[in-house]
C-alpha cells in the first residue's frame, strides 16, 4: 500500500497543476475568441459611425455628429462613445458634460496619430470596459468604395472613441470556464481512480513477492507466490518461486546434514586454520565439554597431540570434559576450500574406551584361563606318567602270578587275574591317549605346506591294508594343501578317516570322501561317510575327551579321537563342526587359521 500512497502523492498534485494548466489555457482561449469577438464587432462598427460622422466633424458640429454617436451606442448597449477632433478635444459625447473636455487619457493620446483603429481595455470605474479608437477621415468625394483605400491620402479629422461593457464577456468566459472545470475536475477524478485501479492491480503482485519474502524472513522456505502473468513481473514472481525451492532445498539438505552429523555416535571436530575448534557435533560436545569447546586449540583436547594433517584410526586419548580420559581412534584430514588452500581440519574420533577395557579383561582372563588348564595339562601329565610305573607293576606281577603260580589257581582265579591284566591294558591304553592329549597342546608346532591329499590317500590305504576286505569307496580330492605341522594334521584327518572307517564299518557297502569346499567365506576341509551318523541332538558332546555317542559293543574305542581333532584344529587357527543323522553318515568340516585373512 505504501507505494501505492508514493504514486498518489506524485499524481495528485501532478493531476492538479495539470488541470489548473489546462484551466488557465483554456481561460485564454475562450477570452480570446469571445472578448476577440466582442472587440472586431465594436471596430466595425465604431469605423462605420466614423464614416458617418465625418461630415459633422468636418464643420465641428456636435449637433450632426451627436446622433451617430447614440445610435451606436444604442446598437452595441455601449457605455459611451466620443469624438475627438485631432488635438484630443472632445467635440461630441454621449455624456453630454464630457464636450469640450481634452482627453488625457495616454492610451486615447497615443491613438489620436494612429491611422489603425486601436482597442485596450479599461478596468478603470465602476465596470471593466473596452476602448474601441477609429480614425475619422475626411468623407470621400465620391459615394461608395473601401473606406480604408478611401482613407489613404486623406484628411484626418480627429478619432472616434467607442466604450464597450466587458463584464457580459467575461462572465460568458466565466461560465464556460466553470462548464470547463467541472468536466476537467470529474475527468481528473475518473483518470485518478482508474489509475489507482490500475495501479493495485499492478501492485498486487509486487505485494504478493513482499509477503512472501517477509514469510521466508520467517523461515518458511519454499513458499510460493503466484505467478501466472506473463509480464516481468510473472517472470520476476517465477524467479522467486525458483529461489524460494532452491532456498527450501538447500536448508532441507543442511538440516539433513546437521543431523546426520549430530547423531553420529562418533565425535566430530572441525577446526580452523589457526588450529582453532569451530565446529563439534553433539557426541563431540556431550564428552568433551559443551559450550566452551569453540575457539579452544584443537591440540587442548588431547592427552599427547595427533600428528598433523592427514591421520588414519590413530589410538589416542582425549579430555573429557569430567576431567577423565576416553581412548579413541582418532582419524583426520585437511579441509580444503576451492582453491585447494587449508581452511582447517576434520576430525573423526572413535571411543574405544569400552573396547580397550574387555580386550585387556580378556587378555588377563586368556592369561589366567591358559595358565590354569597349563596347570592342568602339567598335573594330568604327570599323574598319567606316574601311573605308568605302579600299572606296569600291577601287569607285570599279574603276568607273573599267571605264569609262576596258575597252576596253584583255580580256573575262576585265573579268570579274574586274566580280567586284571585286560584292565591294567585298557588304563595304559587311557594313559598313552592322555599323554597324547597333553602332548598335543604342549610342544611347539613345525609349520610346513601340508599336502593333505596325499595324506588322506596314506591314511586310507593303511586302513584298507587292515581290512582289506571291506568295501569301501574312498575317494580323496587332488591337490589340497595347507600350513600346517605334518604330524599333528596328521592326527587330526587320520582320526576323522579313521571313525568314518570305523562307523561305517556295518553297512555292507560304504562311501569316505576327503575334500574341500567353501563355507562362510572360507575353505573347510571335510571328511564325509554315510555310514551310522549320529543323532545331532547330542552333537555338543562329541568333543569331549572320553565321550562316546556309540556302545563299545557296536563300535570299539575310547572317545579321545574327536578331543584330540578339536585341539590340533584349534592350534591351527581352526573350528571343527559336524553334521550327522543315524544311520545316513556323517561329515566333520575343519577349517584352519581363521584369523588370517
Ligand atoms: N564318522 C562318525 N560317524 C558316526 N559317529 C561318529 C563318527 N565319528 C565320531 N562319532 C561319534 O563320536 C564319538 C566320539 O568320537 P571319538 O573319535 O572321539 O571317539 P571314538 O571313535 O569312539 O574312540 P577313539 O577315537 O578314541 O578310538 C564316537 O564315539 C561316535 O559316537
Ligand atoms: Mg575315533
Redesign the pocket.
Known sequence: MRLLCKFLAVLLPATLIGAALVLVLIRRAVEAVVVGGVERNAVVLARAAALDAAAGMASRQEVKVLPHLQALTQVKAALYAAALDTEGRIIAHTTITEKGKLDEDPLTRDALSAEAPRTWRSLSGPQPKLIVAVPIWAAPDAAGGDAFLLSLGRKRLGTLKLAVPLAPALKTVTDILHAVAMIVAVVAVLTLGLVVIILRGMLAPIQDLMSGLKRIGAGQYGMAVRADSRDELGDLARSFNAMSGELARTTVSKDYFESVVDNMYDLLVVSDAEGRIRTVNHAAAEALGDGDLIGRPLVDIFEAPPESGVVRDAEVVLRTKDGGRMTALFSASPLLDRDGRPRGRIGVAKDITERKRAEKALLAAKLAAESSAKELEAFSYSVAHDLRAPLRAVDGFSQILLDKYAGRLDEAGRDYLRRVREASGKMSGLIDDLLDLSRITRGPLKLATVDLSALAREIGEELRKAEPRRAVDFSVATGLTARGDAGLLRIAIG?LLG??W??TSRHARARIEFGARPLEGRTAYFVR?D????DMAFVGR?FQPF????ATAD?E???????LVERVIARHGGRVRCE?EVERG?VFYFTLWEDEP
Open positions: 582320526n571313525n568314518s570305523k562307523y561317510d555310514g551310522a551318523g549320529f562329541l565321550t562316546r555317542l556309540h563300535f574305542g575310547t572317545g579321545i579321537g574327536l578331543a550327522g556323517a
